[in-house]
């Protein structure tokens, strides 16, 4: 999952986003004023930055404008502050998104994982480490290492079965694989009758992975050949 960084001199406001975040599977980083913000960017891998406006020491236009120099992460300015020309100057200045106070933490947790999303299809935020095996299509990703599989940064359960097959086809996206090909290569034995087996794990894993598992984005059939998953930029 993804590091998240919430910047604001209130500490009930840290303290409540947090608890939303980590809710949601996201580690949270937590700092009071924009100086503390800026040093634990260089400490920690941090994907999403929210930050207050009004903090003491340096606020949070400073702060965006010196973070700015040297990162591209998505930035989210939670603020008080609701004039227009105040959303202006912060959009202005470098941020991607501006929630006003009070806020809707369920609103704010949307917007969190849109901007991840935006950006992670951007190629923004670093994606894996060169010998890390993690393999993706599109908002699909497994990290083999930790054995974790995500839907544009949402956290999917599969079964140790669900998991061989798609690691499989994912390894080798854009690779159709027969049924008997993946029964083979999941049992290790000889496939016999292998159809409704392989079936219907590939329909649980539809289930699962997919927004419309009737019309899949990831898992496609080729009728009367077999299955692969799509080589999605």
């Known amino acids: 999952m993804y590091n998240i960084l919430v910047c604001d001199d209130e500490k009930e406001i840290t303290d409540a986003v947090e608890i939303y975040l980590t809710q949601e599977g996201?580690?949270?980083?937590?700092?009071?004023?924009?100086?503390?913000?800026?040093?634990?960017?260089k400490k920690e891998q941090i994907h999403l930055l929210i930050?207050?406006?009004?903090?003491?020491?340096?606020?949070?236009?400073?702060?965006?404008?010196?973070?700015?120099?040297?990162?591209?992460?998505p930035i989210i300015i939670l603020s008080a502050k609701s004039q227009d020309a105040d959303k202006i100057l912060g959009l202005n200045v470098g941020a991607d998104d501006y929630v006003t106070k009070p806020f809707n933490?369920?609103?704010?947790?949307?917007?969190?994982?849109?901007?991840?999303?935006?950006?992670?299809?951007?190629?923004?935020?670093?994606k894996?480490?060169?010998?890390?095996?993690?393999?993706?299509?599109?908002?699909?990703?497994?990290?083999?290492?930790?054995?974790?599989?995500?839907?544009?940064?949402?956290?999917?359960?599969?079964?140790?079965?669900?998991?061989?097959?798609?690691l499989l086809l994912l390894q080798n996206k854009g690779k159709v694989f027969s049924i008997d090909q993946i029964y083979e290569k999941i049992w290790n034995e000889e496939a016999f009758c292998a159809d409704n087996t392989v079936t219907v794990h590939i329909r649980h894993i539809r289930e699962k992975i997919e927004i419309d598992p009737k019309n899949p984005k990831y898992l496609k059939v080729m009728w009367g050949i077999g299955y692969k998953v799509e080589d999605i930029e």
């Open 128 to 166: 894996e480490e060169e010998n890390s095996h993690i393999y993706r299509s599109g908002g699909l990703a497994i990290d083999d290492d930790k054995k974790e599989v995500t839907v544009d940064g949402e956290s999917v359960r599969l079964t140790r079965i669900e998991y061989n097959i798609l």
């Open 105 to 126: 933490p369920l609103e704010l947790v949307a917007r969190v994982k849109s901007q991840l999303r935006r950006y992670t299809a951007l190629g923004t935020i670093p």
């Open 26 to 41: 996201y580690q949270v980083f937590k700092a009071y004023d924009g100086n503390q913000a800026i040093e634990l960017l």
């Open 51 to 73: 930050i207050d406006l009004m903090m003491p020491g340096m606020d949070g236009i400073h702060a965006v404008l010196q973070i700015r120099k040297d990162s591209g992460i």
